[in-house]
């Protein structure tokens, strides 16, 4: 039982390259979600699926794309990275009702 | 507005004291309250829930549930220094869908 795995584990990139993080659970997870943490900024939420077929935005959605691309995987596109996305992202799935979030392990990415 | 509010410290205690986290939360209609633990470079690892008012033990670590307040807190007996994180305090808000609330964490730091 792996839980929420999040590839790649570390990523840089340079400004205006385009990158997919991929998340997949195996939870049984109904919601997955994308947060962002930078330093002194606590978790920010960018995406989130709340079901298979469904997205909707967070707090910070702008220069990112996600796809629900079944239950299992929940995926986070960055189309034209720019410097002020270099931070650490989390994956998590939660199964729904009154239960908590699960989260992967992360992904650093550095936009140069 | 943030809806769920933490001090952000450092809250710093000599090993073998009781550390006390508070959060406060805004929206009264809150039903599931959550506390992750977060150390440097990790991702947020759920260690307490709670549904109802009281009490709820588990090993070194109690929360605390007061709906009337608005409060949760979170109590560490015997602390060690492995106990020094960014702890992180949710809550599942009626007006959030799916999704959780989480503070901005507060970091506790447990000296020798």
């Known amino acids: 039982n792996a839980g929420v795995t999040q590839t790649p584990k570390f990523q840089v990139l340079k400004t205006g390259q385009s990158m997919t993080l991929q998340c997949a659970q195996d939870m049984n997870h109904n919601s997955m979600y994308w947060y962002r943490q930078d330093p002194g900024m606590g978790l920010r939420l960018i995406y989130y699926?709340?079901?298979?077929?469904?997205?909707d935005k967070g707090e910070v959605p702008n220069g990112y794309n996600v796809s629900r691309l079944n239950k299992r995987e929940f995926s986070l596109r960055l189309e034209s990275a720019a410097p002020s996305q270099t931070s650490v992202y989390f994956c998590a799935g939660r199964e729904g009702g009154n239960q908590p979030q699960h989260f992967g392990d992360g992904t650093r990415l550095s936009i140069l | 507005q943030k809806e769920v509010e933490q001090n952000s410290g450092p809250l710093s205690v000599p090993e073998g004291a009781i550390a006390s986290l508070n959060c406060t939360y805004s929206d009264r209609g809150s039903q599931s309250f959550f506390w992750y633990r977060q150390y440097s470079g990790k991702s947020p690892e759920l260690i307490m829930s709670?549904?109802?008012?009281g009490d709820k033990e588990d090993g070194r670590f109690t929360a605390q549930l007061n709906k009337a307040s608005q409060y949760v807190s979170l109590l560490i007996r015997d602390s060690q220094p492995s106990d020094s994180a960014t702890y992180l305090c949710a809550a599942h808000t009626t007006g959030g869908g799916n999704k959780l609330t989480f503070g901005t964490g507060t970091q506790l730091k447990v000296e020798l």
């Open positions: 709670i549904y109802s008012n």
């Open positions: 699926s709340a079901s298979e077929g469904t997205t």
